[in-house]
């Protein structure tokens, strides 16, 4: 009886400076997300997956560490495949096939990265591939010497699957070769045949600017944009602080509220959550609830981005005018902006920040409240 997967682990390789992009490709922003979490999701969606490494420098893990708390970290070696093997040599004596894969890969399909595990679990080794497009010249000192056949050639992507046996003998025979661009090469030398998995031309890997824009446009597709509104008022009162946006600034009066009173973050909060028809933050941080009196309102965008993520959404634009009388807030404009922009994970260029005055008109313009309005406008159902 044929032995069953259930212990897969994928060993994702982010060590790279990206010299062509001018800093490192797997870091970079892709539909509202850095490429490699794009990429280490992917696995996560595969159940019998149950370890992730990441091969990636100590700047990037705190970020990682926000999507996926429970994936390992590996230290990257001088090249591409010592950080494969020290990725492998972080896994966990469980694992039955392991899945390597590009960080730059960030379009790869689950269905076809948990294909391919399978296969090579079964065959010993597969990759993902691709059948060539173009016609293919081999070329010396700048002259077609032939014109390969092309019906025969594939291109190969990652993941590269192995039975975990078969990974750790060829990197430990053949890991310190040098011209080897990638593993199956090591598994070919042992004389292990490595299946071919069709894969999806979608499957690419982001090398130069114009990949960025390419992949860009693969999630955007079939994307909805919604747009919400929100508002919020407090009153002020002696003893509060004055909290906006997350920032604190000087005032002899602040908010009165069941929580910090922030009402900048609580009408962003109302404006995101009516973009996807979700309700308000009084639902979710109910007033009457004893147990979160004096929340931080950071914690409460913190689950409000949470249900962003929940619902394949990601933020693309805030607008947001603050109503009061004083203290004088456009000194302060670049901070609260830098603040929204930090807690939403959003670009600065997309966050908006204002104020007005109420020309001294009723309990705003007397001193004695503030109010908020937001608008949000959000990317809906952009994931593959």
């Known amino acids: 009886m044929e032995e069953e997967l259930s212990f897969a682990a994928a ?21 509202g997300r850095p490429v490699l979490v794009r990429a280490v999701d992917a696995f996560k969606q595969i159940p019998f ?17 926000n999507y996926f708390p429970d994936i390992t970290f590996a230290a990257p070696g001088p090249t591409r495949m010592a ?34 595990l399978k296969s090579g679990f079964a065959q010993g080794a597969a990759v993902l591939a691709v059948p060539v497009k173009d016609t293919v010249k081999q070329v010396r000192a700048g002259t077609v010497e ?3 056949e092309r019906s025969s050639l594939w291109a190969a992507q990652t993941p590269q699957c192995y039975r975990a046996d078969v990974l750790r003998r060829a990197l430990d025979k053949f890991g310190h070769l040098q011209d080897a661009t ?10 292990v045949s490595v299946k071919i998995e069709p894969s999806d031309y979608r499957n690419l890997k982001i090398t130069t600017p114009e990949d960025l824009v390419m992949a860009e446009a693969f999630f955007n597709t079939g994307a909805r944009l919604r747009t ?26 602040g908010f009165v509220g069941h929580s910090d009173g922030d009402v900048v973050l609580h009408a962003v909060c109302d404006a995101i959550l009516g973009a996807l028809c979700q309700g308000e933050i009084g639902l979710l941080f109910p007033p009457s609830d004893p147990t979160i009196e004096g929340i931080d309102s950071r914690e409460i965008a913190k689950r409000v981005l949470q249900i962003v993520h929940e619902n394949q959404a990601r933020l693309v634009h805030i607008d947001v005018t603050l109503v009061t009388q004083e203290p004088k807030i456009s000194p302060h404009y670049p901070a609260v902006r ?6 939403f994970e959003m670009d ?37």
């Open 83 to 116: 950080s494969v093997i020290s990725g492998v040599q972080a896994l966990d004596s469980r694992v039955q096939a392991v899945a390597v894969h590009d960080g730059a890969r960030p379009l790869v399909s689950p269905q076809a990265a948990a294909r391919c």
């Open 11 to 31: 060993v994702i390789v982010a060590g790279g400076l990206g010299k062509r992009m001018g800093r490192p490709k797997q870091m970079l922003p892709l539909a």
């Open 182 to 191: 990638d593993e199956s090469q090591l598994v070919e030398r042992l004389g």
């Open 146 to 148: 032939r014109t390969l």
């Open 338 to 343: 830098a603040s929204l922009a930090r807690i």
């Open 348 to 384: 600065e260029k997309d966050v908006s920040f204002k104020s007005k005055s109420h020309e001294h008109v009723g309990e705003i313009g007397r001193g004695e409240a503030a109010m908020c309005h937001a608008v949000a406008s959000l990317l809906i159902g952009e994931e593959k």
């Open 228 to 253: 919400g509104f929100g508002f919020d008022l407090h009153r002020l009162a002696a003893g509060r602080k004055f909290i906006i946006g997350g920032v604190e600034l000087p005032h002899s009066k």
């Open 49 to 65: 997956v149950r370890q992730i490494v990441v091969v990636t420098a100590a700047e990037n893990r705190e970020i990682l560490k």
